[in-house]
C-alpha cells in the first residue's frame, strides 16, 4: 500500500509542477538547455488525468507570428495578436482527440513573448549572440470520457504552416512515453 501511496503523491506532485518538471527534462534529455530553440520546432506537452486533457505548447515566436522581436510596430502587433487569438481559438483544431471523448476546449492562456538570451563561446569568452523569443500556451479539455487510451492527432501545420515538427512528451496516468511528430504525420497514444 505504501508503494501505492507514494505513486500517487509521486503523481500529484507531477501534474501540480508538470511545466517546470518536463521543461526541466526537455533541457536535460537534449543536454542543451535553452540552445535546443530551432524555428519550426515545438515542444508539447501532454497530460491526461481523468476526464481532463492538458496540452502545453512551446513554440518560437517566429513559427507562430513570423518574428522573434517585441511587436511595437502597429503591423507587428497586429501580427502578433491575430496569431495569439487563432492560436487560443484552434487549439482543438491542432490537437484532435477522439470525437467519441466529447472534448471541449476550455482554457487557453497564451503568452506571446517568452525571451531567453543566447550565448556563443568565442575565444574562451561568451558574447551575446542574441534574444530568442517563444509564444507559450496552455490548453485545457474536458472531456465527457477519459481520454486515456485513446488516440491524440495533430493538425499544428493547418494553422500555423512553420510548425513543422512537434517533440511530444505525454504523461496519462501511470503511462510515460514521447515521440517526435513530423508535418502532423503520426499520433500519441494517451
Known sequence: MK??????????????????????????????????????????????????????LEAPSESIYGFEHEAKKPADIKKRDDAVTKLKSNADKMFLTD?????????SDVKPFVTEEKHEEKSDKKHKAGTHSEVHA?????????????????????????????????????????????NDKGIIQL
Do not use: M, W, Y
Open 3 to 56: 508503494f501505492f501511496s507514494n505513486n500517487i503523491v509521486l503523481f500529484a506532485l507531477t501534474i501540480c509542477l508538470f511545466p517546470q518538471i518536463v521543461l526541466h527534462n526537455f533541457a536535460a534529455a537534449g543536454g542543451k538547455g535553452h540552445s535546443a530553440h530551432q524555428h519550426g520546432v515545438a515542444k508539447v506537452n501532454v497530460v491526461a488525468e481523468g476526464n481532463n486533457l492538458t496540452i502545453q
Open 99 to 107: 470525437p467519441a471523448l466529447g472534448c471541449k476546449l476550455t482554457t
Open 138 to 182: 496552455v490548453f485545457k479539455f474536458e472531456c465527457t470520457k477519459p481520454p486515456a487510451g485513446s488516440i491524440l492527432k495533430f493538425a499544428a501545420r493547418s494553422q500555423f504552416k512553420s510548425l513543422q515538427t512537434l517533440i511530444v512528451q505525454l504523461l496519462s496516468g501511470d503511462k510515460q512515453g514521447g515521440s517526435t511528430i513530423k
